[in-house]
Structure formats: structure tokens, C-alpha cells
């Protein structure tokens, strides 16, 4: 098996990849016929022209010549007409000697091919290899009983077919780089619409579910995708709304019998002489009510901060100053307990947010810390900003998170343990609240802790 895994391409490279395929396919194809055409129509031109110089020689061997040297000078007339075409002529007896010859083929002592001699065709065209770099094409042709030969060499017709194919081997790498840049432009551009709406979906959590999924209009599949998202998106609100309103109602019908039962119960101890024993019973049914009520309480809490800030909700907040009145709120409890709570910075940092909601955050976060923090510890509060996010930390030399409750730590009711094994005091949705608040101002919360060695909880903020 191998050690690494290639990671998969994205859907643009993939498209990018098929367009420049496409274009390379296209581009070979589109190479391989213009060469062959133009080699063909190349081969077909040298032929017409030997053919037509052989015939014309052959024509005037037939009508004759008053002697050698009439034959010499015609010869060499036509071999020397077109001098960059290097046409080389001979004239053969009805023996097949040769009368006489111009140009590289009686050199080379190139006859005539013995097939065309014992057949009865006029002229044949075929190639003779002369250790040049390119072949000389010869016409044979009979002219009565004698014979000629015209050959020329093949370069000066070739070249064209040549030139066009190395142009095309040159340009073959260009066009492909291009065509990829191409088409993941192409691919980028299309595909935009997909990265805004993933962007908004991303954006999309429980208390921040009014934000539509965008759409081109164009109303092409990207289209379809993005009304089936804020169709599942109307779907989930609905659902999450319904369940908001169920848990403030059923908070809300629990907190009058609550306090009826809690007067009741104060004023039977007041006014009632009881046994021990009863009055025991009686007072632990009244702490027990007493959480109950802080359980319905944080239950309303929690429905309110899922429902995010509504708007004209936000103002500009120092978070200096609130958290020194955190901090101050909660120091006659960290002295109780024999904790140090402070503030270990001075940075000036601003958020937009609701000052009550951010209050109860970190406040949150601090009673946390005090619940399980042991006697001596210390908790520090710090706030800074980095890279535009206002960084807020609270630290404390508790007994830390096992790490089999780190991941649950934000869940509902999740109680974590105050010291040995007892569960730590409260409801269960102080860290709950905590992380819905920093949600709905755009932020977010997080938690590091080491068992037996203290936790570190941090919230972002956007920062102005």
C-alpha cells in the first residue's frame, strides 16, 4: 500500500485538464491532416512537373535530332531551367544504354527500372535514394523506342509540408499551456457561482439561517442547486424556529409553578413547626427546585441567543472596560474560593455586539473557570487583537478537561466535574450559551486544556 495518498484535483483543475485534452486531441488531429494534405499536395505538384518535363522530352526525342549535340543542348536546356529544383535528365537508347545524361542521375548510374522496361505503361514515377538528405523524385517515360528519365530533388517541394510541421511541433506546447490557463479561467469563471454559494452556506449556522443562497438567474443547474439549497435552508429554519418557540414556551410554563411551589415551600418552613428530618427533606426539595428554576432560566437564555442579535441590536464596545467589570463582578467569588482572578492586559480593543449578551460570555467563561479552578489557582483574563480578530482568553490552573469530554464540553446539559468525581454545579448550558453568543456576534469559541493542569478558553470576535 502506498505511504502517500495523491490527493484528489478539484473540480476546476479536472475541467481545466478535459479542455486542454480536448484542445490537444483537436490540435493533433487538426496537425496530422493539414501535414498530410500538404505533403500530398506537395508529391502531386513534383510529379505533374516531371511528368509534364518528361513527356515533353520524350516528345521531342520522337521528332529527332539532326545529331549529339542538338540532343546535348536540349538536355541541358531543361536541366539547367530551374536550377533550384536540381533536375538531373537522361536519354536511353532501345537497349536501355544511355545516349546521354544531366545532373546527379548518371552519376550515381541510375537506369531504368526493369519492371517499367518489360511493362507497357508510359511513364512511372517513383523515388531514388542518393544519400541526400532528401529523396530525388524520377519520372520514366517511353519516347518511341527509346526511353528518358527526369528527376529533381525533392526538398524545394517538400519544405513547405516540412516548415508546416515543425511549426506545428513548436506551437503544440504553447497551445496546451494556454488552453490549460484557459480553461481554468474558463473553469474559475463558471464554477464562481458555486464558491458563493458554498461561502453562504458555510455562513449559514443555527441562530444566522436568514441569509438566502445567491443565484445567477441564468437558471441553469448552478441555479437548480442554489433553489434546492434555499428550499432545505426555508425547510431547516422553519424547523428551528419551531423548536425556539417550543423551548421558551415550555421554559416559560415551568417558571410559574416553579415559583409557586419555591413560596410555598419557604413559607411551610417558615411558619411550620417541623421535625428535623422533614425540614431536611424539605430544604433539599427547595435547592433542588432552586436548580431547577436556574436550568429554566438558562433554557430562555439559550433560546434568546440562538434567535442571533437582531438588527440595531449591536453598538461599539470596549471590551477593556467590560471585561474589568467582569472581572470585578466575579472577584468577591474567586476570593471565596481562595482563587486570584485578573486582568493581565491593557490593550484597547472594540467589537460591535450587544453588551449584555457579551457580558454574560465571559462572564460564563470565568464562573466555569472559578467552579473548576482549586483552592490557591489563579485565572487570567486577556484580550487582544490579531490579524483584525479580537482575541479574548481565559485561563485558569483548574483541574483541566479529560479528553474524552473536551469534544462535548459545548454540548447541552454537558456537566463537567468541579473536582474528584461529583458533577460540577449548574444546568449544563453556561459553556452552551457561551458558544451560541459568540456565534450570533460572527465569532467564535474554542477550548485547550491538559488534564490536571488548567484550561484555556478562547473567543474571536470581528474587530473594528
Known amino acids: 500500500m502506498s505511504l502517500f495518498r495523491r490527493r484528489p484535483l478539484s473540480i476546476g ?14 490540435l493533433t488531429a487538426f496537425s496530422l491532416f493539414a501535414y498530410s494534405r500538404t505533403e500530398k499536395q506537395a508529391t502531386r505538384e ?6 509534364r518535363q518528361a513527356a515533353e522530352l520524350a516528345g521531342r526525342v520522337v521528332e529527332g535530332f539532326e545529331n549529339i549535340d542538338e540532343l546535348r543542348g536540349y538536355v541541358t536546356s531543361v536541366a539547367d531551367a530551374e536550377p533550384y529544383l536540381k533536375i538531373s535528365v537522361q536519354v536511353f537508347d532501345d537497349n536501355g544504354r544511355i545516349l546521354y545524361g544531366r545532373g546527379i542521375l548518371p552519376s550515381h548510374e541510375i537506369g531504368i527500372p526493369p519492371d517499367f522496361v518489360r511493362s507497357s505503361r508510359d511513364s512511372h514515377f517513383y523515388e531514388a535514394d542518393l544519400n541526400k538528405r532528401f529523396p530525388y523524385w524520377v519520372v520514366v517515360a517511353r519516347a518511341g523506342e527509346m526511353f528518358v528519365q527526369v528527376g529533381a530533388y525533392s526538398r524545394e517541394f517538400v519544405r513547405p509540408a516540412r516548415e508546416l510541421r515543425t511549426m506545428l511541433l513548436t506551437a503544440t506546447p504553447v497551445v496546451v499551456v494556454f488552453s490549460l490557463a484557459l480553461g481554468w479561467w474558463l473553469a474559475r469563471t463558471s464554477l464562481r457561482p458555486l464558491s458563493e454559494i458554498t461561502a453562504t452556506t458555510r455562513r449559514i449556522t443555527g441562530s444566522r439561517l436568514d441569509e438566502p443562497i445567491p443565484t445567477t438567474g441564468t437558471g441553469d443547474e448552478l441555479d437548480e442547486l442554489a433553489h434546492t439549497l434555499e428550499e432545505m435552508r426555508v425547510r431547516i429554519r422553519d424547523s428551528v424556529e419551531k423548536l425556539r418557540h417550543f423551548s421558551a414556551d415550555a421554559a416559560h410554563q415551568l417558571r410559574t409553578p416553579l ?21 431536611k427533606t424539605l430544604e433539599e426539595n427547595l435547592c433542588e427546585i432552586d436548580q431547577l428554576g436556574s436550568a429554566v432560566t438558562a433554557m430562555l437564555q ?21 471585561l474589568d467589570s467582569v472581572v470585578e463582578f466575579y472577584e468577591p467569588l474567586a476570593a471565596e474560593n ?46 487582544e487583537e490579531r490579524d483584525g480578530e479580537a482575541r479574548v482568553e481565559v485561563r485558569d490552573t483548574g483541574t483541566g ?16 466535574r468541579s473536582g474528584g468525581d461529583s458533577p460540577a454545579p449548574g444546568a449544563g448550558l453556561g459553556l452552551t450559551i457561551a458558544g451560541q453568543i459568540a456565534e450570533a456576534h460572527g465569532g467564535r469559541i474554542g477550548v485547550e486544556s491538559d488534564a490536571g493542569a488548567g484550561s484555556v478558553f478562547s473567543v474571536g470576535l470581528p474587530a473594528v
Not at 415559583?259 to 411550620?272: F, I, P, Q, V, Y
Not at 478537561?401 to 463537567?416: A, N, V, Y
Request: charged share 25%; hydrophobic share 45%; no cysteine.
Open 13 to 26: 483543475w479536472r475541467w481545466a485538464l478535459r479542455y486542454a485534452v480536448a484542445i490537444l486531441v483537436s
Open 46 to 51: 513534383g510529379r505533374r512537373l516531371l511528368e
Open 259 to 279: 415559583s409557586k411551589l419555591r413560596s410555598r415551600l419557604e413559607l411551610t418552613l417558615e411558619s411550620e413547626p417541623l421535625s428535623p428530618s422533614i425540614r
Open 302 to 322: 439559550l433560546a434568546s441567543s440562538e434567535a442571533g442579535l437582531a438588527p440595531g441590536q449591536s453598538e461599539l464596545i470596549e471590551l477593556g472596560g467590560l
Open 338 to 383: 481562595q482563587l486570584k482572578l485578573a486582568r493581565t492586559d491593557q490593550n484597547q480593543v472594540r467589537v460591535m455586539g450587544d453588551l449584555a449578551w457579551l457580558r454574560q460570555l465571559f462572564g460564563n467563561l470565568v464562573e466555569n473557570a472559578i467552579l473548576h479552578t482549586e483552592a490557591g489557582g489563579r485565572i487570567e483574563v486577556e484580550a
Open 401 to 416: 478537561i479529560d479528553p474524552g469530554s473536551l469534544e462535548r464540553i459545548f454540548d447541552r446539559f454537558h456537566r463537567g
